[in-house]
């Protein structure tokens, strides 16, 4: 079975500070990772995916993800916050096929002026 | 290029009751899932539809059905409505020749159950 634990239901930073956002999963086989952003009353947006390439993954609006398979993490970062970075992040692992993501329960993060 | 569309944007029901949601895919994609948003959790696979038929399901009853239609559209269906079903349902569309792995989300309906 696979899982995802995102540690820090709310996070908060200051304007221009280092985000960091805590992803751990449990995959029984190689798995397939997936940071995901949620706007107030979207849905969710990709912002990056490891597939087994390049352990450090690059995204969108200046995100980033390193997979450590020792520590079985994929956690998020950006370097510098920006007040519209403020949103919801979801990490999530999928199956082989793609047929199945698991959604962990999501961090909330706040980005103080 | 529309993305994925759900409708309605919102909606009401009472205990009991049925409620079909519906999606229409990006353009090019075959492939439409749908999940289950509670307040203040991750979203839930409830299913997956390609080529018309149910190609997986996620931990949901049976109560929770679903329907994909030639033009790659689909329904989700739920009967007998319980107030543990109130969330946010999302669809999600990918190409299943494509990259599969990429979900394009729908903003989602919210459905309140009173």
């Known amino acids: 079975a696979q899982s995802v634990t995102q540690l820090g239901s709310h996070v908060s930073v200051s304007e221009g500070a280092l985000v960091l956002l805590r992803c751990n999963y449990s995959?029984?086989?190689?798995?397939?990772l997936f940071w995901y952003v949620q706007y107030p009353n979207q849905g969710l947006q990709l912002l990056l995916k490891?597939?087994?390439?390049?352990?450090l993954v690059k995204g969108i609006n200046g995100f980033e993800a390193e997979f450590k398979k020792s520590e079985t993490s994929f956690h998020l970062t950006k370097p510098s916050a920006h007040m519209s970075d403020a949103a919801e992040y979801f990490c999530?692992?999928?199956?082989?096929?793609?047929?199945?993501?698991?959604f962990g329960s999501g961090t909330k993060l706040n980005v103080k002026p | 290029d529309a993305g994925v569309t759900q409708s309605p944007t919102h909606l009401i029901k009472t205990r009991g009751q049925q409620v079909t949601l519906r999606c229409s895919p990006k353009?090019?994609?075959?492939?439409v899932s749908w999940y289950q948003q509670a307040l203040g959790q991750g979203p839930q696979f409830i299913f997956q539809?390609?080529?018309?038929?149910?190609?997986q399901r996620g931990n949901f009853p049976d109560r929770f059905s679903g329907h994909q239609f030639p033009n790659y559209s689909s329904e989700l269906n739920v009967n007998a409505l319980l107030l543990g079903d109130s969330a946010l349902y999302l669809c999600?569309?990918?190409?299943?020749?494509?990259?599969?792995?990429?979900?394009?989300f729908g903003s989602g309906t919210q459905l309140s159950v009173l």
């Open positions: 995959s029984s086989v190689p798995p397939y």
């Open positions: 490891y597939t087994s390439a390049a352990t």
């Open positions: 539809y390609y080529e018309e038929e149910e190609r």
């Open positions: 999530a692992v999928s199956e082989y096929n793609f047929n199945k993501f698991y």
């Open positions: 999600a569309s990918s190409s299943y020749r494509g990259t599969n792995e990429k979900l394009f």
């Open positions: 353009s090019g994609h075959d492939t």
